[in-house]
């Protein structure tokens, strides 16, 4: 999935990916930008409506909530938080054009228990690969601001294993403390 717009959101909500990305963004800002925290707290929903009110006037959500809002005019995008510029959006650019070297996206991962059997493992793979390359699917996930990819379990446990230390840097940045039990 793909990331956009841009809210600067404190570290009084529960932390979430909007609070954390734009932890991430502030990291490269001059000192002058101050945060401002809507009621929404950072959710989707509530966020979308606190932008399209005008309460918020510039945030991060993930491109498939205000894609249609994009599409119909009501909403503005700036820019894309992935490395390249999506295939939903092609004339928005990518963040990385002006702040080289910032890249956030969402992105959702198919996993099974730690005992399931590799001859499993392999199958579910093969088979969700398979649903990713058919060009009706692929096309409606990228209509819907997504960006489909398909990789090996490996390739996956690597990605999650490089995201958790690159996101895990700037929750210390941050200082955004979980309330969730520990284990």
Known sequence: MVSLILIFVPNVAPPSRHSITSSSMKRRLPPKV??????????????????????VQVAFDNLPSPIEHI???KLRALAITT????EALPDVPSLVEFLPGFETSSWL??????????????L??????AALADPRFKAKLVE?????????????????HEE????????EFSGVKSNAPTR
């Open 34 to 55: 101050e945060d401002k925290h809507p009621k929404s707290e950072a959710r989707c929903a509530p966020l979308l409506t606190d932008l399209l009110a005008g309460h």
């Open 71 to 73: 599409r119909a005019g």
């Open 83 to 86: 490395a390249k510029r999506s």
């Open 109 to 122: 991962a198919v996993g099974a228990p730690s005992k399931t059997r590799s001859e499993t493992v392999v």
């Open 124 to 129: 579910l793979n093969k088979e969700i690969n």
């Open 144 to 160: 819907l601001g997504a960006t489909p990819l398909a990789n090996s379990p490996a390739e996956t446990a690597r990605f999650i």
């Open 164 to 171: 958790t230390e690159k996101w895990r840097k700037v929750v």
